[in-house]
């Protein structure tokens, strides 16, 4: 199982290594526009009282990056279940279905954390004050938690949908309402209580939380259960296109 699960990443990272300064240069592009319009422009007009705007920006920015990149890294197993056909081929290998998906996923985690990794640099270049030096274990943990759920939920809804344009529509009514509504770019204690309620239970919320205030084991426990659940799904799944 173990050699299964590091020949599915080895694989991706051959592809990966490739395509690393392309890689880089993209992940490196939108953070650092975040961080000019909304840390150094629209942050100066902004005080907190825990800090400054630039100081809260940055764990928003992280956990929605993570989002993202874990997310759009598994879309390629859509194109090979409808477009190359080659889901099959996996599924006939001597290799445990879950391997191939565990691998997978923690491909996603690899690249969100090389993205993570350059954000913190270009942070600490704009003058950030950040807890990651205070909290690492945490911060990782949020960090490897959150991409490990969206990229189950980017591998069951490859597994489900039929198009690109559907694969699409997830990104518009999931992810890009959590981009802005989970405490990425404010406060979720500035909301009506109801959509305060909401927004809480979703795991992007709690990811920018435990980035940004340190431990805390309720939202580390609720990361943890959407992880399993959503692991348990999308090998549930990728089994039954066997069937």
């Known amino acids: 199982m173990f050699e299964d699960v590091l020949t599915i990443m080895w694989r991706d990272w051959i592809v990966l290594r490739r395509?690393?300064?392309?890689?880089?240069?993209?992940?490196?592009?939108?953070p650092v526009l975040y961080l000019v319009a909304f840390g150094w422009g629209l942050g100066k007009n902004i005080n907190l009282a825990s800090g400054n705007y630039l100081d809260f920006l940055v764990p928003g920015i992280i956990a929605l990056n993570t989002m993202n990149v874990s997310y759009m890294s598994i879309t390629t197993v859509h194109a090979e279940r409808v477009y190359h056909k080659s889901l099959e081929e996996y599924l006939s290998a001597p290799i445990e279905p879950a391997a191939f998906v565990i691998g997978k996923i923690l491909s996603a985690v690899v690249r969100a954390l090389i993205s993570t990794a350059l954000i913190l640099g270009v942070a600490i270049i704009f003058g950030a004050n950040l807890k990651f030096f205070s909290e690492p274990l945490n911060f990782f943990i949020a960090v490897i938690l959150n991409s490990m759920i969206?990229?189950?939920i980017c591998f069951c809804a490859a597994l489900k949908v039929q198009t690109y344009e559907e694969l699409?529509?997830?990104?518009?009514?999931?992810?890009?309402?959590?981009?802005?509504?989970?405490?990425t770019f404010f406060s979720t204690a500035e909301l009506p209580p109801a959509v305060r309620f909401v927004i809480e239970i979703l795991p992007l919320t709690h990811t920018s939380f435990l980035l940004r205030e340190g431990f805390n084991l309720t939202s580390l426990l609720i990361l943890l259960i959407y992880a399993i659940f959503l692991l348990w799904l999308a090998t549930r799944m990728f089994k039954k296109l066997s069937i």
């Open 19 to 30: 395509r690393l300064k392309k890689f880089i240069l993209s992940r490196l592009v939108t």
């Open 150 to 152: 969206f990229g189950s």
């Open 168 to 183: 699409a529509q997830v990104n518009t009514y999931l992810l890009m309402p959590m981009s802005f509504l989970c405490g």
